[in-house]
């Protein structure tokens, strides 16, 4: 499985704020970016990530580094297809690939 990827750009937001609480999930640093979401114990990815946590009792999920999650949360997801593979709640009937695009872009 290929990790998730931060920006060169996130990168570099989350030095300048100080956020060593995301960077220690981030691996592997290049120009480029780095791997998310790898374990600072064991080195391995994980199999979720770290800042999302689940209202008890409820199907909603918040983030907790919304305001400077990296692009690829930012950008997350961007077509049906994968809105229905992960049991988005937010698709519904009719929603075609340019109303997420739309959607992404105006709220993003």
């Given amino acids: 499985m290929l990790s998730l990827q ?12 100080g956020r060593e609480d995301i960077l220690q999930y981030c691996a592997t640093f290049t120009d480029a970016g780095a791997d998310l979401w ?7 990815e994980m199999p979720r990530c770290p800042f999302v946590r689940k209202r008890r009792n ?10 400077t999650r990296p692009d690829v ?9 994968h809105m229905k593979t992960v049991d988005c709640e937010m698709l519904e009937d009719g929603d075609t690939d ?4 739309r959607f992404m872009k105006d709220n993003g």
């Fill in 58 to 67: 409820l199907p909603i999920y918040d983030c907790l580094i919304y305001e």
């Fill in 38 to 44: 790898i374990s600072p114990r064991t080195g391995l």
């Fill in 98 to 101: 340019a109303d997420v695009a």
């Fill in 73 to 81: 949360c930012r950008n997350y997801p961007v077509e049906v297809h």
């Fill in 6 to 17: 931060a920006t060169g750009d996130d990168v570099q937001r989350w030095i300048e704020e």
